[in-house]
Every structure is written in structure tokens, then in C-alpha cells.
């Protein structure tokens, strides 16, 4: 069964500086790896995702994430913080097949606070 | 164009009754999947549904069940509510058949609490 691991509940960084939310899966075989973002009372809105090809991912509003094979991560990043940014971020997996392959699986989500 | 959609916004029950929670999917989508997310928590895969079946579900109990209709909305029943079932569900729909590589879009959720 696939997992995710979000180690961070809650990063706190200052506006204009870089930030980095980490993740960390589980899975058989490749993986197909997805970033969401949660605001207060709102549903999850897609940023990106990582399914093959280049390991550097570019996604929605500057965000973009870095795939490490060997590391199994999907590391979240973004060069310079928004106040717009606080929100609850979440990490998904989809394995590329066999069982649970059409679900995504969460991880718990990192709460990012950006401090002006 | 609009996104996924959901109804109602806020329900509130008390236990042992029953509710229906449904879904409009985002206009050229054709699979939906329903979600719980619990307080705290990110979401758990409840179902998904294609071709008005049920094509994979998580680990939930019978009680809660689905349906698909042929213009490929979707409804949540859960049956025997528990104080447990209290949370926000969400409803995320993806085009071509669910494909793997595919983007789920979710909607806005409906928060139901059970008393």
C-alpha cells in the first residue's frame, strides 16, 4: 500500500524568503506525485504534479517541486513567499498501477504560516 | 466554466439517520471519486465511480455507498451516521476514464456533522 509523509505539521517563513515543504512517499514501482493546497473552508486546489520526464516540476502561482528518486521526495518549493501563501499545503500519491491505483493518497499536510 | 460542484455546503444530522451528498463534476469530466477529510487530517479515498459503477474503493464500511448517473454526477449516501462520520467530504472529478496521469479537480466540500 502507498503512503505519504509529511514531517512538518506547520513551516513558518518570511515574506520574500524561499520556503521548502517537505514530502516523503511510499509506493510500488513509479509514482505518480500531486501538491494541493487547502484554504480555510475551501476545497483543494491542484498546483502540480510529477509524472515522468524532467525532475524539476513547475506548477501554478511560482510554485514548483523537485522529484529525488533515490530519496523518495517531492519537496515543495517556491524562491520567494507570499503573505497569499499561508494556507494548509497537502502531498498526494498515485502509484502507476495495480492496486489503489486510481486513489490519491495524502499525507496529513503542512500548515505554511508566511510572517510580513 | 464551472468546476466541480457540490450540495449542500453544511449538513447537519443526528446519529443512526441517513444522508445524501452529491456532485457535479467539472463539464468534460467522466469519473468522480469521493473523499472524507476528517479534521486535522488529509483526505481519505472513499470511492470512484466511472461508467456509473463503482470502479475502486478505500477502506470504508458499507454504509457508505454511491452512485453515478448518466450525465455523470455523482451522489454519497451514508447510511447509520456515527459521530465518527463527522467531517468534510469532498468530491474531485478527472477526465478521460480516471487515466492514472490524470488530475483530479475538487470541488468545494460539504461539511457534515453528525450530533
Known amino acids: 500500500a502507498q503512503s505519504v509523509a509529511q514531517p512538518e505539521d506547520q513551516v513558518n517563513v518570511a515574506e520574500g524568503n524561499p520556503l521548502t515543504v517537505k514530502c516523503t512517499y511510499s509506493v510500488s514501482g513509479n509514482p505518480y506525485l500531486f501538491w494541493y493546497v487547502q484554504y480555510p473552508n475551501r476545497g483543494l486546489q491542484f498546483l502540480l504534479k510529477y509524472i515522468t520526464g524532467d525532475n524539476l516540476v513547475k506548477g501554478s502561482y511560482g510554485f514548483e517541486a523537485e522529484f529525488n528518486k533515490s530519496q523518495t521526495s517531492f519537496h515543495l518549493k517556491k524562491p520567494s513567499a507570499l503573505v497569499s501563501d499561508s494556507a494548509l499545503y497537502f502531498c498526494a500519491v498515485r502509484p502507476y498501477s495495480g492496486a489503489g491505483s486510481y486513489q490519491l493518497t495524502f499525507g496529513k499536510g503542512t500548515k505554511l504560516s508566511v510572517i510580513p | 466554466d464551472a468546476g466541480v460542484t457540490q450540495s449542500p455546503t453544511h449538513l447537519i444530522k443526528t446519529r443512526g439517520q441517513q444522508v445524501t451528498l452529491r456532485c457535479s463534476p467539472k463539464?468534460?469530466?467522466?469519473?468522480v471519486s469521493w473523499y472524507q477529510q476528517a479534521l486535522g487530517q488529509g483526505p481519505q479515498f472513499i470511492f470512484q465511480?466511472?461508467?456509473?459503477?463503482?470502479?475502486q474503493r478505500g477502506n470504508f464500511p458499507d454504509r457508505f455507498s454511491g452512485h453515478q448517473f448518466p450525465n455523470y454526477s455523482s451522489e454519497l449516501n451514508v447510511n447509520a451516521l456515527l459521530l465518527g462520520d463527522s467531517a468534510l467530504y469532498l468530491c474531485?472529478?478527472?477526465?478521460?476514464?480516471?487515466?492514472?496521469?490524470?488530475?483530479?479537480?475538487f470541488g468545494p466540500g460539504t461539511r457534515l456533522t453528525v450530533l
Open positions: 463539464s468534460g469530466h467522466d469519473t
Open positions: 465511480y466511472y461508467e456509473e459503477e463503482e470502479r
Open positions: 474531485a472529478s478527472s477526465p478521460s476514464g480516471g487515466a492514472r496521469t490524470d488530475t483530479q479537480y
